[in-house]
């Protein structure tokens, strides 16, 4: 299947069923800038108002597949197997943290730069997160170009893919490349300013070379907020 034919069945046919999966009180997603470079083809993010909620329908952490109990979740997971390579799709359960918000809350069209972070293997996940929320985040918020940066903590770590994931915003794709890099390596350079300070505070506490990421355009499909 193509990145293209990817795309059209998940838009078209997929889309449809996963935005009335029950608890889902919004639902995003995030289409790759640079599809021939990303990591992944795309992003699918579901917001749930309860934990309970989104396990019903999603299953918990500690593994890639998941058996639904609910009516839509089932047959949005049924579908997943005509387009998805289950086995080889990371995802994670976690509490969003805004840790800064210039958009009001409306990142529909905005780019957004997703990075799964890997702590480093001397590194216990509190000692990461502890440093992650108190030394690095109040430099990331400051990025040139950053509008919205949103922190997700997984609620289950034992079982986590990843020890987080960062969230950062920007109105003009320029801006995101000229910050945090371009499509196509894990690692980049960055020019100057808090970015810099960003790129090199990173070294203290993540395994960079293990930590995939993503750089995208959101579309909002739902949202009850």
Same mark, same amino acid.
């Given at each position: 299947?193509?990145?293209?034919?990817?795309?059209?069945?998940?838009?078209?046919?997929?889309?449809?069923?996963?935005?009335?999966?029950?608890?889902?009180?919004?639902?995003?997603?995030?289409?790759?800038?640079?599809? @021939?470079?990303?990591?992944?083809?795309?992003?699918?993010?579901?917001?749930?108002?309860?934990?309970?909620?989104?396990?019903?329908?999603?299953?918990?952490?500690?593994?890639?597949?998941?058996?639904?109990?609910?009516?839509?979740?089932?047959?949005?997971?049924?579908?997943?197997?005509?387009?998805?390579?289950?086995?080889?799709?990371?995802?994670?359960?976690?509490?969003?943290?805004?840790?800064?918000?210039?958009?009001?809350?409306?990142?529909?069209?905005?780019?957004?730069?997703?990075?799964?972070?890997?702590?480093?293997?001397?590194?216990?996940?509190?000692?990461?997160?502890d440093h992650w929320q108190n030394n690095h985040t109040p430099i990331a918020r400051?990025?040139?170009?950053?509008?919205?940066?949103?922190?997700?903590?997984?609620?289950?770590?034992?079982?986590? @893919?990843?020890?987080?994931?960062?969230?950062?915003?920007?109105?003009?794709?320029?801006?995101?490349?000229?910050?945090?890099?371009?499509?196509?390596?894990?690692?980049?350079?960055?020019?100057?300013?808090?970015?810099?300070?960003?790129? @090199?505070?990173?070294?203290?506490?993540?395994?960079?070379?293990?930590?995939?990421?993503?750089?995208?355009?959101?579309?909002?499909?739902?949202?009850?907020?």
């Amino acid at each position: 299947m193509s990145h293209e034919e990817f795309v059209e069945y998940w838009q078209n046919n997929h889309t449809p069923i996963a935005k009335d999966i029950e608890g889902v009180v919004r639902y995003q997603q995030v289409l790759p800038t640079e599809p @021939e470079h990303a990591e992944f083809d795309g992003l699918a993010e579901l917001y749930f108002e309860t934990l309970e909620d989104l396990y019903e329908a999603l299953g918990s952490p500690g593994s890639r597949d998941y058996d639904p109990t609910k009516e839509i979740a089932a047959e949005a997971r049924d579908d997943v197997d005509n387009f998805l390579a289950v086995e080889e799709r990371p995802r994670i359960i976690g509490e969003e943290i805004v840790q800064k918000d210039e958009v009001d809350g409306d990142t529909d069209g905005l780019y957004k730069h997703s990075a799964f972070l890997v702590r480093q293997d001397d590194m216990t996940h509190e000692e990461f997160i502890d440093h992650w929320q108190n030394n690095h985040t109040p430099i990331a918020r400051e990025i040139e170009g950053v509008v919205k940066y949103n922190t997700v903590i997984p609620t289950d770590p034992e079982n986590a @893919e990843f020890d987080g994931v960062a969230e950062l915003y920007f109105e003009d794709l320029d801006k995101l490349y000229r910050a945090l890099g371009s499509e196509g390596s894990r690692d980049y350079d960055a020019p100057g300013g808090k970015a810099k300070e960003a790129r @090199e505070d990173v070294d203290n506490f993540l395994a960079i070379d293990e930590r995939p990421r993503f750089i995208g355009w959101e579309r909002l499909v739902k949202d009850q907020g």
